[in-house]
């Protein structure tokens, strides 16, 4: 089970530190991702951080956010600066699989940025 916590309402320009938390021990040794989702669109992944500590972004949140793993306590943070509106979407944490789907999602977290 997964489970997200972090969300909120900010003005451009603002931060959010997004947490999730995994019940299951099998999150330690996987790929893991920040997903989000906004209004009208597809799903797309937009960090991720290998068990090894390699991180991955999509270019238009590159410099402004960061993804970090605490696999002792088994939780994936986000940390979000200089949000901007098209940020705004349903933020999920899951792994991040090789080939085939992500587990079974949980409910996320919503971020709105607005002025």
């Known amino acids: 089970q997964l489970v997200e916590s972090g969300g909120g309402l900010v003005p451009p320009g603002g931060s959010l530190r997004l947490s999730c938390t995994a019940s299951?021990?099998?999150?330690?040794?996987?790929?893991m991702g920040w997903y989000r989702q906004a209004p009208g669109k597809e799903r797309e992944l937009v960090a991720s951080i290998t068990i090894a500590g390699t991180t991955k972004y999509i270019d238009s949140v590159k410099g402004r956010f960061t993804i970090s793993r605490d696999t002792a306590k088994n939780t994936v943070d986000l940390q979000m600066n200089s949000l901007k509106s098209e940020d705004t979407a349903v933020y999920y944490c899951?792994?991040?699989?090789?080939?085939?789907?992500?587990?079974?999602w949980g409910q996320g977290t919503q971020v709105t940025v607005l002025a």
């Open positions: 899951n792994n991040v699989p090789s080939s085939g789907s992500p587990s079974p």
């Open positions: 299951n021990r099998m999150y330690k040794i996987v790929t």
